[in-house]
T-cell receptor
């Protein structure tokens, strides 16, 4: 079974600064997807960024980028130029790329990191 | 983009009663939907996988008779919390898969309070 670990229960950052959230995972599979989701106080799950394991290039979405280290099974999220609206709980998640079975699409989440942004 | 509608967004019920939560895919067919439970400031814990036309697959430790899941059509899955008790109070979120290589789409969640 796959596991996802976020070792930082809480992080804080000053507005306009950069912060990095850590995530490690364990799997025996070679093909999979990794995600970062943001959950603001509204509790809506918002996809921040996604990485396919077969791609060596790190994914980037505007101010959000990842550092994907497949051999180390590490998937950190960097938020640049932090904004007050970035304050939320962030979840790292794993999904198998295997397309068979009734559990296709199942996400395994890390424990989450609460990010506070100080003005 | 794909939209998942979850209803109700919040519900208060008395202990011993049953509550039904609906999860609908509005503009796509979802053969598989997932139900998660989340306590405050904690992660999402998968409760069960709902497959259209077949029995749901429950995660270890989840009571099948307590949390009834029905996926009668390609656009609707329901979670019924039977004989609810205060410890069932939580935030329940559904999600659906649209197809290969696509990210999950989440409903807005349901906050259940059992008094």
């Amino acid at each position: 079974a796959q596991t996802v670990t976020q070792s930082q229960p809480e992080m804080s950052v000053q507005e306009a600064e950069t912060v990095t959230l850590s995530c490690t995972y364990d799997t025996s599979e070679s093909d999979y997807y990794l995600f970062w989701y943001k959950q603001p106080p509204s509790r809506q799950m918002i996809l921040v960024i996604r990485q396919e394991a077969y791609k060596q290039q790190n994914a980037t979405e505007n101010r959000f980028s990842v550092n994907f280290q497949k051999a180390a099974k590490s998937f950190s999220l960097k938020i640049s130029d932090s904004q007050l609206g970035d304050a939320a709980m962030y979840f790292c998640a794993y999904r198998s790329a295997w397309g068979g079975g009734t559990s296709y699409g199942k996400l395994t989440f890390g424990q989450g990191t609460i990010l506070t942004v100080h003005p | 983009g794909a939209v998942v509608s979850q209803h109700p967004s919040w519900v208060i019920c008395k202990s011993g009663t049953s509550v039904k939560i609906e999860c609908r895919s509005l503009d796509f067919q979802a053969t598989t939907m997932f139900w998660y439970r989340q306590f405050p400031k904690q992660s999402l814990m998968l409760m069960a996988t709902s497959n259209e036309g077949s029995k749901a697959t429950y995660e270890q430790g989840v009571e099948k008779d307590k949390f009834l899941i029905n996926h009668a059509s390609l656009t609707l899955s329901t979670l019924t919390v039977t004989s609810a008790h205060p410890e069932d109070s939580s935030f329940y979120i559904c999600s659906a898969v649209t197809g290969d290589n696509s990210p999950l789409h989440f409903g807005n969640g349901t906050r259940l309070t059992v008094t």
